[in-house]
Antibody, heavy 122, light 107 residues
């Protein structure tokens, strides 16, 4: 079945970077966008951006303006894995980060990873 | 950005009750709206796409309707396993945005 498996929890210091992975299985990785959504404790869902893993588009990306300049979404098609790197971490970046498969042009998200807790702490 | 406003923010219902959640967009989004369920400690799960289409495998007690700026989501007969937070999400524009969520509790 279609699955997205994310990397484990991370603890980072303010100013550092974190890179979260999302391994896809059960479908053709290059046929669907991968989106990243985060959720702070007790808060709602916040969309960060998307990446088209298709090699023809060289991994086209689109980021929410809030994260422009701090987020980078990449992929390794040989292992069906997407990555989200967030730099210059702040305390307020502490959240669970989800990858989600985007249907059509990321109109809706039909499969989600289990989430990765990123804690920013000194 | 398109703002999505859900109401109520929380509600309490008895098993078998009919519950309705509303979602209002800050501008016309035609039918470009989805609904998700998030159970405690879990990732969100797609229930409804394109305003009214039930995702495969989702029980038929869930339904939704609406267009333009006003949308509704209904659970016809609430079950204990429906305890969750429900979110709407628009895809008319970028960034994709979610409502703030509606937490459903069972009396």
């Amino acid at each position: 079945q279609v699955q997205l498996a994310q990397s484990g929890a991370e603890v980072k210091k303010p100013g550092a970077s974190v890179k979260v992975s999302c391994k896809a299985s059960g479908y053709t990785f290059t046929s669907y966008d991968i989106n990243w959504v985060r959720q702070a404790a007790g808060q709602g869902l916040e969309w960060m951006g998307w990446m088209n893993p298709n090699s023809d588009t060289a991994g086209y990306t689109g980021y929410a303006q809030k994260f422009q300049g701090r987020v980078t979404m990449t992929r390794n098609t040989s292992i069906s894995t997407a990555y989200m790197e967030l730099s210059s971490l702040r305390y307020e970046d502490t959240a669970v980060y989800y990858c989600a498969r985007g249907h059509y042009s990321s109109y809706w998200f039909d499969t989600w990873g289990q989430g990765t807790l990123v804690t920013v702490s000194s | 950005d398109i703002q999505m406003t859900q109401s109520p923010s929380s509600l309490s219902a008895s098993v078998g009750d009919r519950v309705t959640i509303t979602c209002q967009a800050s501008q016309d989004i035609t039918k470009f709206l989805n609904w998700y369920q998030q159970k405690p400690g879990k990732a969100p799960n797609l229930l409804i796409y394109d305003a009214s289409n039930l995702e495969t495998g989702v029980p038929s007690r869930f339904s939704a309707s609406g267009s333009g700026t006003d949308f509704t989501f209904t659970i016809s007969r609430v079950q204990p396993e429906d305890i969750a937070t429900y979110y709407c999400q628009q895809y008319d524009g970028l960034p994709r945005t979610f409502g703030q969520g509606t937490k459903l509790e069972i009396k």
